[in-house]
């Protein structure tokens, strides 16, 4: 699929691919959560440290397919210093743009995934990362799977 995709974008996937930013677990987490997608065998435990409402850090470990693995990484660089609800309107944002193709103008380095619309079997690999993070701040502690989604997250 990298052949179709913008260049510079598949630098910037590449990158985060080989060499994944926050990954490693987080001491002490405030929430976690794992997500997993059967169809391509993505599996990451996604973990947040907050101060109140504000997210201090973030941090995966895992393993999967080069756009899970990015995509995750871009998240934990994405989400520091934003509060819950703005973590909320990322996400909406992020599976927005990997379902259509539009990117949001804020968020920034995280439009490189804009291209995976055009491949929908990658599209629950760069929003697997996301559906974690999610459910790490809804702190219900349940695994999300892409394949059996929760109620109040939306499909995939
Ligand atoms: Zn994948």
């Known amino acids: 699929m990298f052949d179709e995709l913008n260049d510079l974008y598949q630098q910037v996937i590449l990158d985060h691919c080989r060499q994944p930013r926050n990954f ?24 947040l440290a907050l101060d109140g409402e504000v997210i201090k ?18 998240l934990t ?18 599976h927005e743009m990997v379902t259509t193709g539009r990117a949001a103008e804020n968020v920034g ?9 055009k491949f929908p079997t990658r599209v629950k690999c760069a929003i697997l990362a996301w559906h974690a993070a999610m459910a790490a701040l809804r702190g219900d502690g349940q695994p999300v ?5 929760p109620a109040g997250t939306g499909d995939l």
């Open 24 to 47: 490693h677990p987080l001491q002490p987490a405030s929430c976690s959560a794992q997500g997993h997608n059967p169809l391509c065998g993505d599996q990451l435990t996604l973990y």
């Open 109 to 117: 380095k995280l439009s490189v995934f804009a291209g995976v619309h």
């Open 77 to 94: 660089e994405s989400v520091k210093g934003k509060t819950r609800a703005e973590v909320q309107t990322l996400f909406e944002q992020v």
């Open 57 to 74: 850090d973030a941090s995966f470990v895992g393993d999967g397919c080069c756009i899970s693995k990015a995509s995750a990484s871009l």
């Open 145 to 149: 799977s892409t394949e059996n989604n």
